[in-house]
């Protein structure tokens, strides 16, 4: 089976994230048959030029929920508070999620709109966030976010689970809302702000070694094992509103472990056994809410997104 729409593809121009609890689980199936067909058979055909895709991701509670704690992947655990984090991932753990992406804001919101009317008979919306893109993938700090993303063939062992019979072409899902402190940064220069992230701010180019902190972002994210590097596919829009801005952090991993390792690293004083301390960005960042999700792949045939919760 192939992976969804959504995760290897260049991150479009308009995001928007929905996530959902479960309000009547007699009703859920019926609702996911339905947003699946009109995913499959109308949204990606009619908005092909625009690059819309919608994927669909579970959290683990909706497995425990629907009564099938066995069909839940043995890498789905509970989100674990990570250091920095602002928020309890138990509050704000979801048990549905929904990314919809397009090169055009009218059609993600044309996409939501359908998704939000198949999905109210049986999930209650949770939350709503929307992100966009900016020249160059540059976040809202004005450094590019992803140039250390593996590419091409690459990305398949990092992002999908292998030999599976149940699971494989799947990924997992992160997402993390970070806010963050543009008022602090921007008092820093911009020699500054290139030793906390270890890129020049112009075209994204590694620092000279000798100048580079060992604190820095690119440093304190890149983590080496006996296995080899620990890599993941983010896959991030920046947003901004009233009061806030920030990232909308996501990722796509074969196993989460691989992105707790990383961030583990970046929030932790050492690298390996040298305390260097932590990532000089986690100064600017504040993850405000998040969730872990599995993304099946996609079904074969007849059978529709999240047809394993409900069959056999």
Avoid at 170 to 178: A, D, H, N, Q
């Amino acid at each position: 089976m192939s992976e969804q729409k959504g995760i290897l593809e260049s991150p479009q121009g308009h995001a928007t994230l929905l996530t959902y609890d479960v309000r009547d689980a007699s009703a859920a199936q019926d609702a996911l048959g339905r947003l699946w067909e009109d995913v499959t058979e109308r949204l990606h055909d009619w908005y092909r030029a625009q690059t819309l895709t919608v994927t669909v991701g579970f959290g683990l509670p909706i497995f425990e929920k629907l009564g099938r704690a066995d069909r839940a992947p043995e890498s789905l655990k509970s989100m674990p508070r990570l250091g920095g984090d602002a928020f309890n991932p138990a509050d704000t753990q979801a048990d549905l999620i929904v990314q919809i992406c397009a090169n055009d804001r009218s059609v993600t919101y044309h996409a939501e709109k359908a998704v939000r009317g198949h999905l109210a008979t049986a999930f209650s919306l949770r939350d709503h966030e929307v992100g966009f893109g900016l020249p160059e993938s540059r976040g809202v700090m004005g450094f590019v976010d992803g140039t250390g993303n593996p590419h091409g063939d690459a990305r398949i062992p990092v992002v999908l689970i292998g030999d599976d019979e149940v699971h494989s072409g799947g990924s997992y899902l992160v997402f993390r809302k970070i806010r963050e402190d543009l008022a602090g940064w921007e008092n820093l220069t911009v020699d500054q702000q290139e030793k906390v992230v270890g890129r020049r701010k112009a075209d994204s180019a590694k620092l000279d070694p000798e100048s580079e902190p060992a604190t820095s972002h690119r440093l304190k994210s890149s983590l080496e094992t006996a296995a080899g590097e620990i890599e993941i596919l983010r896959r991030s829009f920046p947003f901004a509103g009233r009061d806030e801005a920030g990232l909308l952090f996501i990722c796509f991993v074969r196993d989460l472990a691989q992105y707790e390792a990383v961030k583990g690293q970046m929030t932790s004083r050492y690298t390996g056994t040298e305390d260097v301390g932590k990532d000089a960005i986690e100064s600017f960042y504040t993850a405000v809410s998040g969730g872990d999700y599995f993304v099946p792949p996609q079904p074969d045939g007849d059978g529709y997104i999240g047809d394993f919760l409900f069959e056999g």
